[in-house]
């Protein structure tokens, strides 16, 4: 689904490109993941799936966690699949010591100050369409190393379509009939 794994798969590639950048491994950053719906949930199985250890997740109530008993099974999968099962508060409390944060949810939601509370040299991917969770420029402005954008009118566009090629190429040349990670 392009929604899931394609995003996934981009993200992943955008993130081990940015890190080599940065001169930070995947296993020892804190990556804030905001939005826990099919693209944010695809992201997150995939970054583990790639080694990262250190990953939050947040919807629109704030971290996710398993204090809540409003969780849908989707998303009590990524409070397991995290080992975030204590953790409270809200994107902002998450994004205090991040290295990373990547948007998939609404605009809007992130501000200057809240990026300038990440370690330094972070990685910025506010992916929301059409209105990213901060602009590009402002998330430079707060100290973002690397940012990357949903949007196609910017460069460094982070979008689900730039995998089909070389994805669906590999999975024909396998003749493979199921596509999982």
């Known amino acids: 689904h392009d929604d899931q794994h394609g995003t996934a798969v981009v993200v992943g590639a955008a993130l ?5 950048i940065t001169g930070k491994d995947l296993k020892d950053i804190k990556i804030v993941i905001n939005g826990a719906g099919a693209a944010g949930s695809a992201i997150t199985k995939f970054l583990i799936y790639l080694g ?3 990953i939050i997740v947040c919807d629109r109530n704030g971290i996710l966690n398993a204090f809540d008993d409003n969780l849908s099974p989707a998303k009590k999968e990524l409070v397991e699949l ?14 205090v010591g991040a290295d990373c944060f990547i948007g998939v949810s609404v605009g809007n939601v992130v501000t200057k100050e809240m990026l300038k509370k990440m370690n330094k040299d972070f990685i910025c991917f506010p992916l929301a369409n059409p209105v990213p969770e901060i602009a590009p420029e402002l998330a430079k402005k707060a100290g973002a190393k690397i ?20 994805l669906f190429k590999g999975i024909l ?9």
């Not at 995290?82 to 994107?91: A, C, E, I, V």
């Not at 003749?175 to 999982?180: G, V």
């Open 16 to 20: 081990i490109n940015a890190l080599k």
């Open 52 to 54: 990262a250890l250190n």
């Open 173 to 181: 040349k396998e003749r493979n009939k199921q596509f999982d990670y």
């Open 82 to 95: 995290t080992k975030s099962h204590n953790k409270k508060g809200s994107l902002a409390d998450a994004l």
């Open 147 to 166: 940012v990357g954008t949903g949007l196609s009118n910017i460069p460094n566009q982070i979008n689900n379509a730039l995998a089909f090629p070389g």
